[in-house]
């Protein structure tokens, strides 16, 4: 049953507790959606939250099919429908090149960020086909390593990639239903992920070197994906790239 003060548009974000999708589900609050924020640590999203009346707390592991499927079932019960979700949940995954990376890294890589997406997406669609003629939109978060990998790096490179191969199966499977799925390919956000892919103050180049590179206030990526969640039903953005001005991108490798 919706709620007395009904928001005009509810949004589930997943790894909503930290970095891209805190701030993207901070963004929503603040445009005035209800956002179900998703997460495995209830701490981060308490903090992400901070006791706004619209936000929904649903601690949830992408990789569990029955967490997944009761998160959705925790937002139908509490706001009566899904009009966005913001497939963001995701690892770095180890470093490494195809040779030295461990079968259990590379699995773990792959099942949180492939069949994790994969999951929430399945949900998602489920529940949107069921409040037909309604529709809804994914938004999937890839990364630049779904163009152009860093060193070392193949096990998040491969599961990006693999990203895109999800949004673009689902906006072509979802198009009879009104649901539409497009990609935010995002570089050098300024968040704890990027610092955990550094090294000694800097990040690896394709001839081995470290360098400093460019980096952007997070808050402007939230900001796109918000405009891409509140555009009409019959618009869709397929994929954008959003980098810091004059980071390493044209012309890696």
Same mark, same amino acid.
């Given at each position: 049953?919706?709620?007395?003060?009904?928001?005009?548009?509810?949004?589930?974000?997943?790894?909503? @507790?930290?970095?891209?999708?805190?701030?993207?589900?901070?963004? +929503?609050?603040?445009? @005035?959606?209800?956002?179900?924020?998703?997460?495995?640590?209830?701490?981060?999203?308490?903090?992400? &939250?901070?006791?706004?009346?619209?936000?929904?707390?649903?601690?949830?592991?992408?990789?569990?099919?029955?967490?997944?499927?009761?998160? +959705?079932? &925790?937002? #139908?019960?509490? +706001?009566?429908?899904?009009?966005?979700?913001?497939?963001? #949940?995701? *690892?770095?995954?180890?470093? @490494?090149? *195809?040779?030295?990376?461990?079968?259990? &890294?590379?699995?773990?890589t792959?099942?949180?960020?492939?069949?994790?997406? !994969?999951?929430?997406?399945? #949900?998602a669609?489920?529940?949107?086909?069921?409040?037909?003629?309604?529709? /809804?939109?994914?938004?999937?978060? /890839?990364?630049?390593?779904?163009h152009?990998?860093r060193?070392?790096?193949?096990?998040?490179?491969?599961?990006?990639?693999?990203?895109?191969?999800?949004?673009?199966?689902? #906006?072509?499977?979802?198009?009879?239903?009104?649901?539409?799925?497009?990609?935010?390919?995002?570089?050098?956000?300024?968040?704890?992920? $990027?610092?955990? $892919? /550094?090294?000694? %103050?800097?990040?690896?180049?394709?001839? %081995?070197? $470290?360098?400093v590179?460019?980096?952007?206030?997070?808050?402007?990526?939230?900001?796109? *994906?918000?405009? !891409?969640?509140?555009?009409?039903?019959?618009?869709?953005?397929?994929?954008?790239?959003l980098?810091?001005? %004059?980071?390493?991108?044209?012309?890696? @490798?």
């Open positions: 049953m919706l709620p007395t003060s009904d928001p005009a548009k509810v949004a589930v974000v997943t790894g909503a @507790g930290t970095g891209i999708g805190r701030a993207v589900a901070r963004a +929503f609050l603040d445009d @005035g959606w209800a956002v179900v924020l998703a997460g495995r640590t209830s701490g981060t999203l308490e903090e992400a &939250a901070g006791r706004h009346p619209l936000a929904h707390l649903v601690v949830t592991d992408v990789t569990d099919p029955d967490g997944v499927d009761a998160l +959705f079932a &925790a937002t #139908a019960l509490r +706001f009566g429908r899904v009009d966005v979700v913001f497939n963001n #949940a995701g *690892v770095p995954g180890p470093q @490494g090149a *195809v040779d030295e990376v461990a079968l259990d &890294a590379w699995q773990q792959l099942d949180i960020n492939v069949t994790g997406a !994969m999951l929430v997406a399945g #949900a669609v489920r529940t949107m086909k069921a409040q037909q003629p309604q529709g /809804g939109r994914i938004i999937n978060n /890839g990364s630049i390593a779904a152009r990998p060193p070392r790096t193949v096990a998040y490179a491969v599961s990006k990639h693999a990203v895109t191969g999800l949004t673009r199966a689902i #906006a072509l499977d979802g198009r009879p239903y009104g649901i539409t799925c497009g990609q935010i390919d995002i570089g050098n956000a300024a968040t704890a992920l $990027l610092s955990d $892919l /550094g090294h000694g %103050g800097g990040h690896v180049q394709p001839d %081995g070197s $470290l360098k590179e460019p980096t952007f206030d997070v808050a402007e990526a939230a900001r796109t *994906v918000v405009f !891409m969640a509140s555009l009409p039903p019959d618009v869709a953005i397929g994929d954008v790239t980098t810091a001005a %004059g980071m390493p991108y044209d012309g890696r @490798g």
